[in-house]
């Protein structure tokens, strides 16, 4: 029996067809939408870096958000040099000759710099957005009786250097005291009314240098700053907690001084002859 055969149609392909390849970029992005949310928040970011001219850096700093919370850091330490004499005192009563070695053992003891101490504090950005300043403080943490066991005189050789913040202790404004402008009379302005430091950009650590005063207390405090970074608000404490605090003490009676006068350094027991003993600055 003879079978007819189907009419070719003209344009009509009678071959198997071969499965459709699918695109490896449309595939590509539907496995990304089924990513976890993780993952979509930092791939996404960054396509759109290579994709939009000048996104790079917003890019960068959003990744640095998820995985690196550090947006700005600091460091801090006593800088006496910014008062160009060296005034110090300790808790404890030194019986040792006067000699060079004396600064030593005071600071091995509780100790602080008397009357006007200086310190610096570095501040480093992480981001490549601009850091805002919004306020700068000194938070007391404790006050006791100045230190009255030993005082450590030495008088200027040259000139102080210039501080760009100013921290009164003995203000009445509690324990948080605000940093005002160095120099200024009673009616200080504050710190950030003209202050040099308004914000902190990336690759350009700044240096707030800091000078102290008290008339009243060995003080501990530590400082305040509050920023903001990208509109949101954020607080840093230096020395952090678990440091151990700055320290300032103000002048008065001690029981030994120890005078690194010109003509040679001396030891006086204050209590016995307390008219060869200094207990104010520049008396």
Known sequence: MNRKRKPVVAGRSTALRPARRPNPGVAWWRGLGRAPKWLLATVTPLVLAVAVPGVAPLVADRTRDLFDGEVL????????????????????????????????????????????????????????????????????????????????????QGSEETALVEFRLDSGAGREIPALVPGDAAGARPYLSDGKIRFVEQGKPEHLVIRAKTERCFCLWRVRIEYSYRGDKRTLVVPPPGRPAFATTAWGPHDVEYNMRTEGPQRYDCRAQPATCRFKPGS
């Not at 100790?111 to 403080?137: K, P, Y």
Request: hydrophobic share 40%; aromatic share 6%; charged share 20%.
């Open 73 to 156: 850091t600091a460091r801090g330490e006593s800088y006496p040099d910014l008062v160009a004499g060296q005034y110090w005192a300790t808790d404890a009563v030194l019986t040792g000759p006067a000699s060079s070695q004396v600064f030593d053992e005071v600071r091995r003891h509780t100790s602080a710099q008397l009357g006007t101490s200086g310190h610096q504090v570095t501040l480093e950005s992480h981001r490549a957005g601009r850091i805002d300043i919004e306020t700068i403080a000194a938070v007391v943490e404790e006050r006791r009786a100045p230190l009255a066991g030993t005082a450590f005189v030495a008088d200027p």
